[in-house]
């Protein structure tokens, strides 16, 4: 019978990294922090201390320092805590975390500890996997001890390559990777996609390029032919139809060999006849499909998306002109809050989304069961003391097919200005998530359910995704993994423009209300102001206290022009002196302020005066340029 006592001997070596009397190693890591360290334990646990300990030479008090600059305190305290006890604590870790410290135990040449973490992020992690594809793709290749990431990624770009061409930090590709992509004869893309996106990436590997092809010079074009000499000859030219040649390769075709450029258009008025460039052959299309995917959807869901609903999302998220099947969907999306469940306070948004990026916020509308959403490929952060408005071209808002609504509508980005608003942190009480100024959440009572302030616009992104800008919402959720959701209640009075129109009459109560209607300038065409007060006569201090942005800071908001405050105060002034010196006659004065090129020229008329005050003040100033 043999005892073992491993988990006191863990302990004790654990407790030996505290000892400071007998240490003869010291390790700086990244920002200058130290640890020190046994040698003799350094050698026998990690091959790449060994060797780094024989290579340097001791100090006069017998001491060896080494500097890995590239590793950060977090993390090389884990693994220090690992080569002394054998114990690594993955509770309440980050995922981006463990991978991190995967690739760190690699190169510290620390086996075990990388194939326990490979092993672990296959099989619990596998959805992050996917969605950072580009990243894990980028660390691991080219390597030899990553075999099961190896060949898990390789198996997903066989489908998938959208995970990779449609990442962010596509263009940060290694060369080697995207070639070995470019090699096989399975990848799932369309050659002309294929070829967009190598000039994509060899058009940003040289930032002096113009934007504008007509102004491109002959050195421009051999710049690009020398940046993407090893990828052009993979491309399957001669499987591009004549019309893509055209639009797509012609605008380029003076990176490509002269002999090329000619045999393409032989062979698309002559294909038989003989030509001198090598023809590759087609890319393979495969049909099989995920096996998982069936079992999993046996069980709910969602209570407001379906199995259906999350194939055509996960579709639109890798531009799919078609949408996956049930068993073929490359996503899973996982709840990570749900408004029955978590409540329905924005700022429970903000605290559990902060930090979770490639979300799906998924809204259902009281009333008319409409189901709308957007997807953010960007992390939502809570951490921000202003508004700080993201760029993006890959997010977008839709609304869904649901009972009586037969079709569902994608909405993609203009540009990338405005798409994802992070709310600083003094407004996240009563603001939710933002899709530019298209699609957002609002409760002044921090309430989604209790108030009907949320709101579906057409300003930022490229269509409207429903007919009426506003409703009630009802039953509130997030969802999140490569993809997540939030349910919330849609609506939000007129945009900004009436409540700021409200706040304007109560902050300058003589300016007649016609006259702030009429001197408004937005981009939509609303209720005019008089019928607004009217219909709220009752909920007048409710309307004051709505935690709107001053009228100065609402000046941001894209595509709305917004009163010149100023101006207003003028004209109030005007208006008071007016009473003072006519008692007789109505307020007079034009809309227009001298120098004040926000606001169009719009007189209100005045009613007739007295004759004898005009006699009065004519006779007046006649004495004055008298005595002048």
Known sequence: MTLKFFDKLSQNFIELLSDKDDYNVIIIVKNEKSFTAHSNVLKCRSPYFCKELKNIISNENNIKTITISNISDEI???????????????ENVETKFIFDLMVISNELEIEELTKKLENHLIETKSSWLKSHFSLVYHSIFGGSIFKDLEKFCNDIVVKYPNLIFDAEDFPSLQESALVSLLKRDDLQLEEVIIWEYIIKWGITQNSTLPVDLKEWTKGNFI?????????LPLIRYFHISGKDILKKIKPYKKILDKQLW????QYFMDPDHPMESIILPPRTI??????TRATEQTKPLSTIISYEHVAEISSWIDHKSSIYSLTNTPYEF????RGSINGFNPQTFWDTCHGHARTVVIMKVKGTEEILGGFNPLAWDNTNTTDVWEKTNDSFIFSLKNGNIQNSILSRKNNNNYAILNVDKKHQKTNGPYFGNDLYMYSPSSNFTLDSNCACNNIDYEKSIRTTTHGPGDNARTEINRKSGVSLPVNRAELKETVDKIRLYYKFPKLPRSWINENYEGKKVLPRLDAVINEMTNKTE?????????????KEVKKLQYYNLKSFQKHERIYKESNKRRTKCSHIYNSTSPGDPNLESNSIRPNTCNSNDAAERSRAKKKGNEEN
């Open 334 to 337: 996982q709840l990570i809050l």
């Open 223 to 231: 710049t690009l032919k020398t940046t993407l000499q090893q990828c």
């Open 286 to 291: 495969l049909t099989q499909e995920l096996p």
């Open 76 to 90: 090389f305290d884990v693994i220090l805590k690992y080569i002394y006890g054998a114990i690594v604590d993955l």
């Open 542 to 554: 409710d309307i004051i206290v709505l935690p709107i942005r001053l009228v100065s800071k609402i």
């Open 262 to 265: 000619e045999d393409l258009t």
